[in-house]
């Protein structure tokens, strides 16, 4: 049976990536003044120098940003000026206080499920900026833990567990991350709640985790309770 259910922070309670996005718009729009973006590839270059730096950097908007600055050093050769470095700053400035809006129907979605379970809410990302995030998205108190993680990874998850007195087996994780919220939980014989969102991180969707039995796929957060209702069915009967 299930016992403890995990909740995602960006993109699954709140919108997100749609914010990076823009910034990666708008930090383009930039560059275009200085490189031809058909042929500048930006995207790229900012994914690896990003990339390069999570493990120095950490995940979110302040690793973005200083990536972005050093992308546009490298692509512009040095030629970027000191006002357009303040605009890059600018852009994940806005990204670290845009609102927090939840998605539609995820509130009801997780009172319904935390009256049958305890449900904690698992967030990486850069400390401030979640905690900023918890603290006005308006569902904290119906969590009974708030966990904000560096990396979700299968120790990270195996941890919570200790911490929480959980068997795998009766935890279900609901996220629209394969390989941070879902591959994880599964490799470690727990269930998963995927609920994609419309735009992912490059970095987020490269994964080799195939959906399987373990796995219910939703479209929107009115899924999510029963999904999570039949988990505990079958698990009760395993
Ligand atoms: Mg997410």
């Known amino acids: 049976m299930i016992e403890l259910v995990g909740f995602d922070g960006d993109d699954t309670l709140w919108h997100s990536q749609d914010y990076y996005d823009r910034a990666q718009a708008e930090f383009e729009a930039i560059l275009g003044q200085y490189v ?36 546009a050093i490298q692509v512009t050769e040095g030629r970027i000026s000191a006002q357009d470095i303040h605009r890059i700053v600018k852009i994940g400035k806005d990204v670290l206080s845009h609102p927090v809006e939840l998605l539609p129907g995820i509130r009801q979605a997780v009172e319904e499920v935390a009256r049958d379970f305890r449900i904690v809410l698992i967030t ?18 119906v969590f009974h833990r708030i966990e ?13 567990f200790r911490e929480f007195d959980v068997q795998p087996s ?12 879902i591959a994880p939980v599964v490799a470690l014989g727990g269930w998963g709640v995927f609920m994609p969102y419309h735009s992912t991180w490059a970095h987020e969707t490269e994964t080799d985790f195939a959906v399987n039995e373990r796995v219910i796929e939703v479209t929107g957060a009115e899924g999510i309770p029963a ?10 009967i395993d």
């Open 170 to 181: 009766n935890f279900a994780m609901v996220g629209n991350s394969l390989r941070s919220d």
């Open 36 to 71: 031809d973006l058909a042929n500048a590839n930006l995207h790229d270059a900012l994914l690896a120098t990003e990339r390069g730096n999570i493990a120095l950097f950490g995940y979110g908007a302040k690793g973005m940003t200083l990536s972005m600055i050093e992308s």
């Open 148 to 160: 904000i993680v560096s990396e979700k990874d299968p120790a990270a998850y195996a941890r919570l």
């Open 124 to 141: 990486k990302g850069d400390l401030f900026h979640q905690e900023h995030k918890v603290a006005r998205c308006g569902l904290a108190d």
């Open 227 to 236: 999904a999570i209702a039949t988990m505990h069915a079958t698990s009760t």
